[in-house]
């Protein structure tokens, strides 16, 4: 009963959970980058090259002989996951240095001074006092 114990206590930390969710989000957000890479810029990109698609792209290395497919290297398939790898890095290298520019902001800015303590105003109106 022990493990089970120790194991909700480590499960419910909050590093793990928040990791869990990161996970979660960078899920889904490989697939709006994979969708955005395959949908929206490969097209223009394959017609400007000449009405390429690029996960057509293979070199056979085999013939097809009778039911026995073609064996092919499928490098446009490799070029499509290396197009999704630099815009995902792309993107998620401007949103990390857009957040380090705002946490750059707010060390940047002049934090107030806190307010005095007891001890202090009472020190400081004994000062004021002895000086008169």
Known sequence: M??????????????????????????AFGKIIASLVSDVIMPPLGLLIGGV????????MKAAVGENPAVTL???????????FLIVAFVVFMMIKGM????????AAPATPPAPTKEETLLTEIRDLLKK
């Open 2 to 27: 022990k493990l089970v114990d120790e194991f909700k206590a480590f499960a419910m930390k909050g590093n793990v959970v928040d990791m869990a969710v990161g996970i979660i989000i960078g899920a």
């Open 53 to 60: 698609n690029f996960t057509d792209l293979k070199f056979i």
């Open 74 to 84: 499928n490098y446009g398939s490799f070029l499509q996951v290396v197009f999704d």
């Open 100 to 107: 380090n520019s705002l946490k750059k902001k707010q060390e």
